[in-house]
Structure formats: C-alpha cells, structure tokens
C-alpha cells in the first residue's frame, strides 16, 4: 500500500500574529512530501513513525468519541493498518517550520475520514473554514495548540490566504519570475526547533501591555500590508514592508531567533542585502529570507545553506 502524496508548507506571512487575527498566507512547497505506507517488515525506521501513529490514532478515537459531529474515521481500519505496520513515509524535516505534522493530517484524514471534505468540490468558505477546524482539532495532538493551516495547505495544495480565524480562502498568487534576481528563500539554522515552547513563550509575552500593543500596532499591520503587497505583485512596497517586519522580529522576538543567528540578522537590516524573517514558530528549523538580489544575499550568507522557494 502507498499513499498520495502530501506536500510540506511554507507560511510566507502571518507567523503568530494568526492567533490574533492578523492576515497570513501560506503556499504549498513542493521539494518535501510524504505518503502513507505499509511496511510488514516493521524496521527500525519505520517503527518510530509507526509508534507515533499508535498515539495519534488513540487521540483521534479520544476525539471522535468527544466531537462525533466535528469529525469520525473509519476507525476500524485505521487501527488494523496501524497494527499491520502502516507509517508516514516523509522527506519534510521535523521542527522545520515547513509542515511536517500538518502533511500527515492530511493524509490519515484523506484515507480514513468518513462524510469526508474533498478537494474536488466546490470549497465554499464554509466548507475551508470546516476543514480548518478539524484539521485543528487534529494536529493539536503534535503541538498543544494549532491553527489547521498546515494540513489545510497540504491536503489542498493551493495557496490558502487567511484574512482572519474565521475567513480564509483559497488565494492566487502572482507568477514567479523564472530569471528574476529577487528571491523569497530557507536559510537552514542546523537546529530542530519545538513548536510547543515557542508557543508558550509567545502567550505569556501576551500577558504584557506592551507587547500586546506592538503585537496591534508593529507586528500585524506590517504582516497584513506584506500579504497585500506580495498578492498585488507590488516588490518595492514589499520589500519595505519586509525590512519593517525584520526589525520588529528582531527587536520583540529575540526568544525565538537561534541566538547563533542574530548578527547575521541584524546584518540583513543594516546592509540591505536580505531580509530574515520566522518561519513557523522559530526556535530552529528554517528562517525565512527576502532578497531583491539573490546573488549578493548567496554572498552575504556564505556559508549558510539557501534553499530557492520564490522568484521575482
């Protein structure tokens, strides 16, 4: 038995500021995926995710019995392929920020849901804002608290753009620039980052006056006009919006930038020669970059690997 294939995600904009209602947009990428499979053998690789898969599955019957009108699974079937070996066969790095966790969603939903939401039909708003809350519902059990975006994105493959928790829709983004100089990018920090900490970290800054205001007044308002800008196709706005954005991370989210990294964020500010910016929760994992001049970014951040997502 093998699966379709899930692909991991990229969250261009919207990191935190999702759980108050800033605007997000995320676009599938797909360099990692992941599918489904049997392994009689039960190796040493797959055991792990298979382990992984028995937990999950003793949530989701946990969460059928507590929601049954929220979502249900043809659990029976689930629970014998789980006996007979079945795992998450995956490329999507763990603690990335790209979706690994959501990618999985998305697959035992697809295979094993029942009265499921399919790709094929016509995705009212409604219909998108279900699939969220289940999906949600979910992936909680990877990380305490989720957004649903992440297996949203993988179970579509469309760009989803979030205008607020209760209004998403699937978005068009403009053409990529095959030759373009410009560049949205990975830049690999070497560590697995931890959604949960992080998270944590963020809700008990939300208990401050201050943070909460830069949250509203810095934070949002340069996410929200970084989505507008990037969906108009408007680069120099963008890339003015990015630096803002860059800065404000920089300046309130210090926790959440591997602290081998913070010069070199600081660098990108000051020289202009790219822009960094979280992807997902930080800790680890990727980084988000912005360039207008992807040659001279390769240059500034010798040594570094970047991973090409976007042209201009």
Known sequence: MRGPL?????????????????????IPYNFYNGALKIDEHHTVATTKSNQSLKRFVTYLAKLQDEQPTLVTFEMEDLQKDVADGLYFDSSIPQG?????????VAAIYDKYATDKITVLEN?????????????????????????GLDPLNSYLSLPILI???TDIESA?????TLNGKGAVFLLDSGIIGETAPMVNIFMEKMKQDGFRTMLKDQFI???????????????KSLFGNVKELSKVVLDNFKPMIPAAFLTLWKKGIDTNAYYLKLCGSGGGGY????????????????GHKLEVVYNF
């Open 287 to 302: 980084m988000l970059g912005f360039t207008e001049d992807i040659d001279q970014a390769r240059k500034a951040l010798d």
């Open 96 to 104: 990335y920020g790209v979706g690994s966790s959501g990618a999985l």
């Open 172 to 176: 068009d983004i403009p053409s990529q």
């Open 221 to 235: 308002k340069h996410t929200d006009d970084c989505v507008h800008d990037f969906l108009k196709g408007d680069v």
């Open 6 to 26: 899930f692909y991991s995600k990229i969250l261009l904009f919207g990191e935190y500021g999702i759980i108050k209602d800033s605007k997000g947009l995320s």
């Open 163 to 165: 205008n607020s928790t």
């Open 123 to 147: 995705l009212t708003r409604e219909k998108l804002l279900e699939l969220k809350t289940i999906f949600a519902a979910m992936e909680s059990f990877f990380h305490g608290k989720s957004s």
